[in-house]
Nanobody, 122 residues
Framework: QVQLVESGGGLVQAGGSLRLSCAASGRTFEFMGWFRQAPGKEREFVAAISWSGVGAYFADSVRGRFTISRDNAKNTVYLQMSSLKPEDTAIYYC?????????????????WGQGTQVTVSS
């Protein structure tokens, strides 16, 4: 049974940092990534990373502030968030994809975590 379990969310002041973790169990995936959903908004792509770690992709809104990495031995992906802004407030979801091509389409990801709340105060 495949499970994705996120951790690391919380409350932080603007300009601060948080690191999210997502541990996968049951199998490995070529691509793992993060999406987020703010109240009243659609789920949006944040970042994704390939198995090798060479391919890393970011939404324009977070590029330069967020980094993504993975530890394949632990089957875990991390999202390091820095210079956080109030507009980064959302539920952050880990997602995993079998396919070998990167995509920012949420419907192309095969498994999802339960989400972790990130709140950035001004």
């Amino acid at each position: 049974q495949v499970q994705l379990v996120e951790s690391g969310g919380g409350l932080v002041q603007a300009g601060g940092s948080l690191r999210l973790s997502c541990a996968a169990s049951g199998r490995t995936f070529e691509f793992m990534g993060w999406f987020r959903q703010a109240p009243g908004k659609e789920r949006e792509f944040v970042a994704a990373i390939s198995w090798s770690g060479v391919g890393a992709y970011f939404a324009d809104s977070v590029r330069g502030r967020f980094t993504i990495s993975r530890d394949n031995a632990k089957n875990t992906v991390y999202l390091q968030m820095s210079s956080l802004k109030p507009e980064d407030t959302a539920i952050y979801y880990c997602a995993a994809r079998y396919g070998s091509m990167w995509t920012m389409r949420a419907t192309s990801y095969d498994y999802w975590g339960q989400g972790t709340q990130v709140t950035v105060s001004s």
